[in-house]
């Protein structure tokens, strides 16, 4: 290893070299370089160490013992944290000689010869302070920075300095206690304690060095600025209600540089400028005449639309103003402009402002009682009503503010829009839709249509109604065909269907029996009230699936006939099941069946094997065959006639031996009889009860009950059954109190022709009550429920309506023609033709009233190009009075009546100010009291006082 090379020991640089010791003396091998001056680095050489020397740390020492130690074994004062290869040389130092120690790693010290370090020569420049302060203030020392005339570089922190204020006593300065810091506040009794002259002096001091200053230069204390500052901000005032000035430029240059001077003062100075508000305040006024002043002079490049507005806030601007401002307006030259920019033609607008009155009249005619509009249909009301609106734009505020009846205007811009959207409900109409739709899309329209009021209506055209009728009638012919075709099945029904079914027929009249119910359920509710026989259509279509049956199973036994080798019992067994199928037929049923009458000719032959021997009684079996075959007709029997052939067969075939009563081939005939006698028998039961029964709503049910079992009852049963049934229906029980429901419905249906009410809301009242009485089932009897449903509910909004022209018409007209205007046509049907008449009669006098647009101009007359009109006391008690007798309605029309009530508290302050007057030799307090309230008035207020009280100024 190279015994030569350095190696770093944590942060200290060591070298490895050996000590120099010889003879155990020790020698200085540490050097120092640098410059020995305050704020400049040493630095530690350690070339001349022993070689392979290990330095592990430093020391710099003050090359001065410690007090109490002796020369041998002398201990040094170390010089604090410089324990590095470099120092830099702290201000203590100065002046001062110092060492470096170098210390190995085998604790062998090695130190340098002592270097001294140059004193300071501390010089510091004298201390300044204002020339002037007031009292109250703090000043503070400028300069009296310290600096080294030997050459070291002070830094902040290094030097400190130390103050003392005096104060002038006499031809001498003494100390002020306790004024020892950079700044000073002056005590503000300060005039009071003849301390008006103070100096300070500035001591600084480094390390062991220091130096004080020269006084510093004589601050006087002195109210003068602010006092100069106060005399020249009232010179800027002839008195508290004028400004002294020439020109606004040459004035605004004044007050910029007092604001400049004050701004430059302490903050003690200016809480001493007591006026500095009216220094602020005359600035902003100067402000506010300049804005005011360019307003008026950009008044051309304003649009002419906005013109009226822009003109009415410099007027409004002037009018804030109070005296002192206003004499900043000298010769009132300000105030002229502004006056003669005010329209002096302004009541020229009123002019068009009629014109525009009269064409909104004409937007409405009355005429049977009914107003309506002057137009034929909704477009040629837009076109109109956008001419008023364009000449209305080009109106100023204040003549808008005249317009009479804009409600018209504005009520004609929504019935436009209502009628718009009606129209636009046919783009779901078409013509080659279905009936049924056709249908449903009308009653939607129809439906909007109702909702219409009378004016609104009045703008449809005929070609929407002709089409919307179209619409409503598509299925008329449709319910006619129907109808046609249905009772060609079901019309006019005895015991049997008006058709002659046959094979090949079956399946054309089965389908069309299914389309007439399909076309039915496509109808409307409405159309299919209009339909005669549906329900007697819908037991045709079940009719034609159960004869059907009955005619597949004689199909089957025909077949069977002809089979050979079909044994007699099964052709037997299968003939009597089919012809208890078809007797169990109702006689519409049987008429279904065309196959029937072969069927019942072709009953199969019977033999009887007799055995070995014949019984006694076979002649007596032989005619009961006989017997038994005339049950098969029972259209040949009475009810009593066929009970006693029944009653009589059954008793001989009981009456016959076993051989016997094999002969008896039949029999199944007089079996079928005797269960048909049981059931008529079981009817006439349900027959009796009902007859029987006393109270007529429950005979009704009852009999209710009778019809559905005889309507179930096969053929043959039904024939048997038909004389008591018959005879129940025709004397059934009459209940005299019962609603007669076709009346009712017809009087339902009559209450309206085309849209209109054809009866009183009293009428509507009565149908009512009698529909409410109705019980549930006889409700679903009336078909037009719905109808009467409207018109309860239009019948109670007419109601509300009465009630409140009762009340209110004589007093409050408008409130009601309005009221009357929101009516549809069908509720305005309801009202009576003299109450229509009357509200009709109202409303146009009310519209051609040109009293309100009167007063109207009479109120803006109040005042003239921004200045009130001679005599306003009188004029304004005089439009009070009018005002005062209008209608609320036609108060509510006078937009501008705020002006008048303007004038009147304007009047009213004028007055209040006047009775403050005190002449100029009068009270002193008592005068500037009513001078001051003088100065705040407008100008408008200033020149109306002088009118009325011209003495007083």
Do not use: C
Not at 578 to 600: D, G, M
């Amino acid at each position: 290893m190279n015994k030569k090379l350095f190696f770093t020991l944590g942060a200290v640089p060591i070298v490895m070299i050996a000590p120099a010791v010889v003879h155990g003396e020790e020698t200085h091998t540490v050097s120092i370089t640098g410059e020995k001056t305050v704020n400049e680095t040493l630095k530690a050489t350690i070339e001349k160490l022993p070689a392979n020397s290990l330095v592990k740390s430093y020391q710099w020492y003050y090359a001065e013992n410690v007090a109490g130690e002796g020369s041998n074994g002398a201990t040094y004062k170390p010089i604090t944290g410089a324990t590095q290869a470099t120092l830099k040389v702290p201000v203590d130092a100065a002046g001062r000689s110092i060492f470096v120690e170098a210390t190995t790693t085998e604790g062998i010290k090695y130190k340098s010869e002592s270097v001294e370090i140059k004193a300071l020569q501390l010089a510091i420049t004298v201390p300044k302070l204002n020339d002037f302060a007031v009292p109250g203030e703090t000043v503070k020392v400028q300069g009296a920075i310290a600096t080294d005339n030997a050459g070291a570089k002070l830094q902040n922190g290094q030097v400190t300095y130390s103050y003392q204020w005096f104060y002038k006593v006499g031809e001498s300065f003494t100390i002020i206690d306790g004024a020892t810091s950079s700044t000073y506040t002056i005590a503000k009794d300060a005039l009071d304690k003849d301390v008006k002259q103070i100096i300070v002096r500035v001591t600084a001091k480094a390390g062991k060095a220091s130096v004080e200053s020269d006084v510093s230069n004589v601050l006087t204390i002195s109210n003068e600025v602010v006092t100069s500052m106060i005399d020249e901000i009232k010179e800027i005032f002839v008195n508290d209600y004028q400004y002294k000035f020439t020109s606004i430029p040459s004035f605004k240059a004044q007050l910029t540089d007092l604001d400049s001077k004050y701004q430059n003062l302490s903050a003690a100075a200016k809480e001493g400028v007591t006026n500095y508000t009216s220094l602020k305040r005359a600035l902003a006024d100067v402000e506010a005449i300049e804005k005011l002043q360019e307003k008026v002079s950009k008044v051309d490049e304003v649009a002419e639309k906005d013109k009226a507005k822009y003109l009415k806030e410099i007027e409004e601007a002037y009018n804030k103003l109070d005296l002192l401002q206003r004499s900043l307006d000298p010769q009132e030259a300000l105030y002229k402009d502004i006056r003669n920019l005010l329209d002096p033609h302004a009541d020229e607008e009123f002019k068009d402002v009629r014109k525009i009155n009269e064409a909104i009249q004409a937007l409405l005619v009355y005429e049977a009682s009914f107003t309506k509009y002057n137009a034929a249909d909704a477009a040629s009301l837009q076109a109109k009503v956008e001419e008023i609106d364009k000449n209305i734009a080009t109106l100023s505020q204040d003549a808008k503010a005249a317009i009479q009846n804009q409600s018209v205007l504005q009520d004609a811009k929504q019935d436009i829009k209502k009628v718009q959207q009606f129209i636009k409900a046919f783009d779901k109409l078409s013509l080659n839709d279905t009936p049924n739709k056709q249908v449903t899309t009308a009653k939607s329209i129809r439906n909007a249509y109702d909702k219409l009021t009378y004016k609104q209506s009045q703008l449809v055209t005929s070609e929407w109604i002709t089409l919307l009728l179209q619409a409503e009638s598509a299925e008329k012919q449709q319910i006619e065909r129907l109808n046609n075709e249905i009772a060609g099945y079901v019309g006019n029904l005895g015991t049997h269907y008006p058709i002659n079914p046959s094979s090949t027929s079956w399946n054309s009249y089965v389908n069309d029996v299914n389309r007439l119910v399909s076309e039915y359920k496509g109808l409307t509710k409405a159309s299919a009230t209009q339909i005669v026989g549906y329900d007697k259509l819908l037991t045709l279509q079940k009719d034609f699936k159960t004869a059907l049956k009955v005619i597949q199973s004689i199909d089957a036994y025909q077949k069977l006939s002809t089979t050979k080798g079909v044994a007699s019992n099964k052709l037997q067994s299968t003939y009597t099941s089919t012809l208890k199928a078809y007797n169990k037929l109702t006689s519409l049923q049987q008429s279904l069946v065309y196959n029937a009458e072969t069927f019942l000719k072709n009953a199969p032959k019977t033999s009887v094997d007799p055995g070995k021997q014949e019984p006694s009684d076979k002649a007596v079996a032989e005619k009961l065959i006989t017997d038994i075959e005339k049950l098969a007709k029972v259209e040949n029997y009475t009810f009593a006639t066929f009970e006693n052939a029944v009653n009589s067969a059954t008793m001989v075939y009981k009456s016959l031996s076993s051989g016997a009563r094999k002969y008896v081939t039949n029999y199944h005939i007089l079996t079928a009889a005797s269960k048909d006698l049981s059931a008529v028998n079981s009817f006439h039961k349900k027959v009796q009860v009902a007859r029987e029964e006393t109270d007529v709503k429950k005979q009704t049910k009852k009999i209710e009950s009778v019809q559905k079992a005889y309507d179930k009852l096969p053929a043959k049963q039904q024939y048997l059954a038909k004389q008591q049934y018959e005879n129940l229906l025709a004397n059934r029980l009459v209940d005299n109190n019962a609603p007669n429901l076709t009346r009712l419905n017809n009087e339902i249906a009559a209450i309206q022709v085309n849209g209109i009410y054809t009866v009183s809301v009293e009428k509507i009242n009565e149908l009512s009550a009698q529909y409410n009485k109705l019980n549930a089932t006889d409700k679903k009897a009336i078909t037009n429920g719905d109808i009467l449903k409207t018109a309860v509910s239009d019948a109670k909004k007419v109601s509300t309506f009465m009630a409140q022209y009762d009340k209110s018409f004589t007093k409050d007209p408008s409130t009601v023609i309005k009221a009357f205007a929101k009516l549809t046509t069908k509720q305005a049907s309801l009202v009576s033709s003299t109450v229509r008449q009357a509200i009709s009669n109202k409303e146009k006098e009310l519209q051609s009233a040109n009293g309100v647009l009167t007063l109207i101009e009479s109120i803006n007359g109040l005042v003239v190009k921004g200045e009130y009109i001679a005599n306003l006391d009188n004029k304004v008690k005089e439009l009070r009075a009018a005002y005062d007798s209008l209608s609320t309605s036609d108060k509510n029309a006078v937009k501008n009546y705020k002006k008048l009530t303007e004038a009147e508290a304007d009047l009213k302050k004028i007055a209040d100010i006047h009775a403050q007057y005190v002449p100029a030799d009068g009270d002193d307090k008592k005068r500037k009291a009513w001078k001051s309230a003088y100065s705040k008035l407008s100008k408008k207020l200033e020149v109306l006082y002088k009118q009325m009280y011209p003495s007083d100024i």
